[in-house]
């Protein structure tokens, strides 16, 4: 059964994954600036990978173990994180509808190494929403999985973040023409504001 469930269980942190990754925020807004340049796109992508990987990880394994043995609590859990995600859709959704693109509010693109490093490194670990998408809504996602599946669940979520990321930096300069045009980010935050309502609708469910 748990072999039978792996790909569910990974298919479930990909798709959680890509629904947080890919919203339009100073993390990704930078990494796409600093890919447009093509100066330090490995180190910038290496890094947002590495903390993605490790952030999660401690999530799911955290939350697990301190919440594994109180399934009302990981129900009350499941149920705050679907809120959050249902609000954090509605925001996607707003922005598709408005059009409103929060690329402009980033910073330009780091012209050192070590800037480079900073400044990764401050728009990812001084960003709230950065924990409460990997740490808490990750974690608590990740603990509704069967201890056997859990591991199937982090790699499914550390592939979005390994692809979105090296697909934003590497790929930035391919993808230029396409975002240069409004309706590529409105139909961007349409697909986050779709799964991460589905998402949500899931945790309701396994909560209920």
């Known amino acids: 059964m748990r072999l039978a469930g792996s790909p569910e269980a990974y298919l479930t942190g990909l798709f959680l994954g890509l629904s947080l990754i890919v919203a339009i925020g100073a ?15 490995a180190l910038v992508v290496t890094v947002c ?13 955290g939350v697990a173990g301190s919440l594994g043995r ?13 809120c959050f995600l249902g609000w954090y859709g509605f925001g ?21 190494a070590r ?34 599946l859990r591991p199937a669940f982090v790699a499914g979520a550390c592939t979005a973040s390994i692809g979105w990321f090296a697909s934003l930096g590497f790929g930035a300069r391919m993808m230029a023409p396409v975002f ?5 980010w409105r139909a961007l935050d349409a697909l986050v504001a779709l799964i991460m309502w589905t998402v949500a609708m899931t945790l309701v469910l396994k909560a209920l």
Do not use: C, I, K
Request: charge should be positive; proline fraction near 4%.
């Open 115 to 148: 800037n480079a490093l900073l400044q990764t490194l401050a728009v990812s670990l001084l960003n709230p929403h950065v924990y409460l998408d990997t740490v808490l809504l990750v974690g608590s996602v990740g603990a509704q999985q069967p201890s056997g």
């Open 49 to 61: 990978v590495l903390l993605d990987v490790a952030l999660m990880t401690a999530g799911v394994g």
């Open 92 to 112: 996607a959704a707003r922005r598709a509808w408005s059009g409103v693109s929060h690329l402009s509010a980033s910073s330009g693109a780091a012209r050192s």
């Open 70 to 82: 109180r399934p009302w609590a990981l129900e009350m859990l499941a149920l705050a994180g679907a």
């Open 180 to 184: 240069a045009r409004p309706a590529a």
């Open 27 to 41: 993390q990704n807004a930078f990494v796409l600036r600093q890919g447009l340049t093509g100066l330090h796109v």
